[in-house]
């Protein structure tokens, strides 16, 4: 687990640097950021009793995964070390227990800790994770996989539009999960191989 979280922080300092090459001392508000996100997965897990709504767990999960995003960058405020922050995050979750939350209650929970506290908590967080079924390893493939995305769209022009996002019938997001499935997510270069294994596609199919 701490090697997983070392390789999702130094690929969340990588994109946050193509925003800004100084973003540590520019003092954003990541925290801001995360309780927003709250607001929107709300929706996804719907509160309007006043009128029919079915949760879309999907969805919810894909919020948790943005939120994580903002997350390990609002802590990056305290530790400029991603070892450091790594070891802090392992020492919150040892142990951690999950207080019989729902969705709703574990969201608002960590939405009011970021507000109160104008941070981010990683016991909150992982509180979230557990009222939405979120385990760990899930957590971690889909943030390197959404992460490698973004860079590889990136890197073949999707900046100047000349990039192609579907492949041979399927949205690139497809060929993603597909090529995640396929390779070992326990393996140190797993973002490698990942971007490796869709520019090989992306060539033979567009190219």
Request: hydrophobic residues 40%.
């Amino acid at each position: 687990m701490r090697q997983k979280l070392l390789t999702m922080l130094a690929m969340q300092d990588s994109m946050n640097t193509k925003v800004h090459p100084e973003w540590i001392t520019q003092n954003y508000e990541w925290y801001r950021a995360v309780w927003i996100e709250c607001g929107e997965l709300m929706d996804h897990q719907g509160y309007k009793w006043w009128k029919k709504q079915v949760p879309d767990s999907e969805q919810v999960k894909l919020e948790i995964i943005d939120i994580w995003h903002f997350g390990m960058s609002a802590m990056f405020s305290d530790h400029a070390d991603q070892e450091a922050i790594a070891d802090s995050i392992l020492a919150e979750w040892e142990g951690i227990e999950s207080e019989g939350m729902d969705v709703h209650a574990a969201t608002e929970a960590l939405s009011t800790w970021c507000l109160l506290n104008k941070g981010f908590s990683a016991v909150r967080f992982w509180q979230l994770m557990d009222a939405a079924e979120l385990d760990f390893e899930t957590l971690y493939v889909a943030y390197v996989g959404k992460n490698v995305l973004n860079f590889f769209r990136q890197d073949n022009g999707y900046k100047d539009g000349s990039y192609i996002k579907e492949w041979d019938g399927r949205e690139d997001n497809e060929h993603l999960v597909e090529l995640s499935a396929s390779l070992d997510s326990e393996s140190s270069d797993f973002r490698d191989e990942l971007y490796n294994a869709l520019q090989a596609r992306y060539q033979s199919l567009c190219g």
